[in-house]
């Protein structure tokens, strides 16, 4: 049987496929069927990441061949045009992530949830949909995407999909948002409560003028019609993000986030109060003691029906004082060129251009090698894994540095490191104190780091112990490690992880998470616990860069392009064994999991909006 939510993405995915056929017979989807040998690549010997910031030049470079695929969508506009190019095909998908505008709820009066409510009824998501993606999107209010099992879109009560700006005003004047037509005897721009004239800036991504510029002029057009003094601003997008991070001055941002798993327990932290002033956490600067009484649940429940409870009034909270309003979820388009290449993979977090496809694309001739370009449309901003949240660093970044699991293409757990996973509570073992969870992983036996240093259990208990020791020092990836209380390798390929508590997310709040060299972050003499967010790789040659992903870096011009090439020494890195792409792995046997049922359920089926970048959770951005 169909639940509403069902009908609602099936109709959309008919809508968007009838649309497709009429434009492509072949428009590439995502398969939930993925080959058993998922982990065994790179074919191919580099990727290099060019930096084209303006939209209409990527594409020229995709016809051109100068590129083989973009990191970002396209703007449906461009659809025609590449589904007429027989050595392009395009790859689409309902997007797991949104655009937005976050609100800066600090500052007066915007710190007044009743203004951003009224701001929320009067944009007009419809026209975003029209005027900005073509029809390729649909309105969505929830803070938790659409495809996401956590969302409650179709359960709100109340929409802010239409213009709906009497009810703004009504808000608004009876606020004591007075109009001021003695200063202002055209437009009677109104005033705060307390008498004093504001107005508000919608800051943009300058590179970005037809959709960040396009939905920012919604806004001010909303503002307006609330007879709310408004404009837009272009500005450089890594400038303002970090301004974000740092709970600097701002109004409102429009910005996207991409999210790579199924998990709400980033719900816990991105809005927390405790979390307002803390540098990377709450860009919003939103607090809310409601919303924080529902934390502990979401975090410390172990039944579905608890942590959604949790979730879904969580999401009500944000959709009644809207420190966010979302603006638009678009049909993510990706063109990619199919006559040298094949072999990419579609995938629900990162879609065409993947970790996956990285990992096995290769040549249609069967010919070993090759250098595969593609596009990037911002710089990166840094290569340290703990302060970076930017989009096109971790699509270098993700390339570069292994972890116990991945998320496969349906965002199911995917072992790398990991051989086997054993979960125990007081229940299954006495040896575990009562109320805490006990993770046992063995680790594959044949992993190096590229400076030719073992990998074993002791980096992976390192790693945990190092972002839980660097927490006081500030950094974000103690986050959702708080309840962790031991981490241990008994033999070396071996470790042990104990929490203080019993969750739903323990699992992810782990598995995720990027291992790093003991012997380069050790706090002896090492960058250490207080050195988490001066390491300044790659742009600084002098610091150490030691990691043991599928690729190394190798080069970079700074606004040019960033080199990756193929580690021959990764622990899954095909060894020919004829022609093309027949390959033996150089990892016997392959990785096999065992996981308790609950977490894989919470790891994958059912659950996060988030990417797991280190342990923490960070929302990646896009411009």
Known sequence: MLTDRNKRILAFTLVAAFVFMAVSPAIVAVDAEFASDLNVGP????????????????????????IEFDNSFFDPVHLPTLDADPDISIFSALRNGYGHITINCRDYPLNIS???????????????????????????????????????????????YTAQVAEGNAILDALGFDRDFVTYPVEGWRTAPDGSQFNVVIEYASSSPEIAGGTAQIGVDALHDLHVNAETRASDFNEYISRLDSHGDYDMVFYALNFGSNDVDWLAYEFWSEYADVPYQNPTNYRNATYDSWRDQLLYSTTYEEVYEAAENMQLILQETVPRLVVYENTYMQGYRNDVYEGHVPDLGSYISGPWTFRKIHKIDGTPGGTVPLAI????????????????????IEELWPSLYKFSPDLTPWPELAENLITETNAQNPDV????????????QNATWNDGTPLTAEDVAFTYTYFFESGPFGNPAATSLVDLVAAYAPTPFRAVLEFGTESYWHFSNFAYSWIIPKHIFNDVDGIGYAGWNTWNPVFDPAEPHVNAGPFIFTDYEAGEFYEI?????????????????ETETTTEPEPT??????LAIVAGAVGAAVVILVGGFVLLRQK
């Open 43 to 66: 074919y191919v010997d580099k990727f290099v990441y060019k930096v084209i910031a303006n939209q209409d030049q990527r594409i020229l470079a995709l016809q051109a061949g100068e």
């Open 114 to 160: 009743g203004f951003r409510r009224a701001f929320a009824y009067a944009y007009d998501k419809t026209r975003v949909t029209v005027e900005i993606m073509d029809g390729f999107s649909q309105e969505q209010d929830s803070l938790v995407p659409y495809p996401n099992g956590w969302c409650i879109e179709d359960d709100m009560p109340y929409h802010y």
């Open 377 to 396: 449309s911002q710089e990166p901003d840094s290569f340290n894994i703990f302060v970076t949240n930017s989009a096109y660093s971790i699509a270098i």
């Open 433 to 444: 104190p009562a109320g805490h969870t006990r993770f046992t992983i063995d680790i594959i």
């Open 565 to 581: 090439s193929a580690n021959e020494d990764y622990f899954y890195y095909p060894q020919e064994t004829g022609t093309g792409t």
């Open 593 to 598: 999991t065992t996981f308790n049922t609950m």
